[in-house]
């Protein structure tokens, strides 16, 4: 599914995060792929970090997870273009 959205939307940047072993497919997908991403697994006591190798990043839980999207927003805030088409 990720790879049709990638092709449909063709995105600049792919940030995929998961937790479970149907995810592994995923983060092997993406090592491969040469399209940008950031692969982000989140640990647990029953899916510890060691088995997220093929991720450029893993955080401890859903904490860590929540901690990773509060800066990753405030790092894309800084990003923000202004929409020329916007009422406002």
Do not use: I, K
């Amino acid at each position: 599914a990720l790879v049709r959205l990638m092709s449909d939307l063709l995105p600049r940047f792919v940030v995929y995060a998961g937790d479970d072993e149907p995810d592994q497919r995923v983060f092997e997908m993406l090592a491969r792929n040469p399209h940008p991403h950031l692969a982000v697994g989140v640990s647990s006591t029953e899916r510890p970090a060691t088995l997220f190798g093929d991720c450029d990043l893993v955080v401890d839980g859903p904490s860590g997870m929540s901690a990773f999207l509060q800066v990753l927003s405030e790092r894309m805030a800084r990003f923000r273009v202004e929409d020329p088409w916007s009422p406002d």
